[in-house]
């Protein structure tokens, strides 16, 4: 028998990159007015739009908010990672859109004032939780959580969330764009690699919301939905469900 080897790996997770339809829009600002009491907080994270079927405009602040809302059934929002991966695949994939994934924290503190509470918040966590900032981190969206700041301009602050226990180094990726000090947006442009979004609260039309969903896994569907398909299946197409009864011409 010949000796040989696989120069492929199979992935144990069949995953997809896709930029988020508008059909989460009116469940999402929904879910920000129950979940958020301030004004301050409701307009910061209430700026999503839609255009061509796709939910446009992006900050970090509303893409957290989208990742603990329970909404996204089951996918997650792109990683640094999986943007690479995705443009190195279709590298036309972002052309004109900017895609948010996360935070870069280079000092726990930050001359541009609206920032300040928000970097010594996460510095004290990071401390904390024993993580070295060193000359910085890159804080994805899965890792951080909003809560409610009556001192913060933007009238939050981010959280890590409770599993955050190891973060990549900011200088482990190739920048086009930084911050020297303090907090900022990390993100994907027409011009590159960026980590100097000051404006945390800032957005726009061109942005775009990616997320990366297991296409191996079945469609996590409500019970209610599973329980009328298992009806349809029974009773057939010519049973009225909203009604639960027959059409009339098959009445007996």
Not at 44 to 51: A, C
Not at 57 to 67: E, H, I, K, R, T
Not at 216 to 229: G, I
């Amino acid at each position: 028998m010949a000796r040989e080897a696989a120069l492929y790996e199979i992935p144990k997770v069949l995953e997809k990159a896709r930029v988020l339809d508008d059909s989460v829009l009116a469940r999402y600002n929904e879910s920000v007015k129950s979940a958020y009491n301030s004004d301050k907080a409701r307009e910061v994270l209430s700026k999503f739009g839609k255009q061509g079927g796709e939910l446009t405009d992006s900050n970090p602040f509303m893409l957290v908010a989208l990742q603990n809302s329970g909404l996204l059934d089951g996918a997650r929002i792109a990683t640094r990672q999986d943007l690479e991966t995705a443009s190195r695949i279709s590298p036309h994939i972002f052309s004109g859109n900017y895609i948010d994934f996360g935070l870069s924290l280079r000092t726990p503190r930050d001359s541009y004032r609206p920032n300040d509470l928000l970097a010594e918040t996460l510095g004290k966590e990071l401390k904390q939780r024993r993580i070295k900032l060193g000359k910085g981190k890159l804080i994805p969206i899965s890792a951080l959580r909003l809560r409610e700041n009556s001192d913060s301009e933007y009238g939050l602050v981010f959280d890590l969330s409770e599993d955050a226990e190891e973060l990549e180094n900011l200088f482990q990726f190739k920048w086009d764009y930084m911050r020297e000090q303090g907090l900022a947006g990390a993100y994907l442009d027409w011009g590159g690699w960026g980590s100097d979004s000051g404006g945390l609260a800032g957005s726009g039309g061109d942005g775009r919301v990616v997320v990366v969903s297991d296409e191996s896994a079945p469609s996590q569907r409500s019970d209610e939905q599973k329980e009328e398909e298992i009806l349809r299946a029974a009773m057939g197409p010519r049973f009225n469900l909203s009604k639960c009864e027959w059409n009339s011409a098959d009445k007996k």
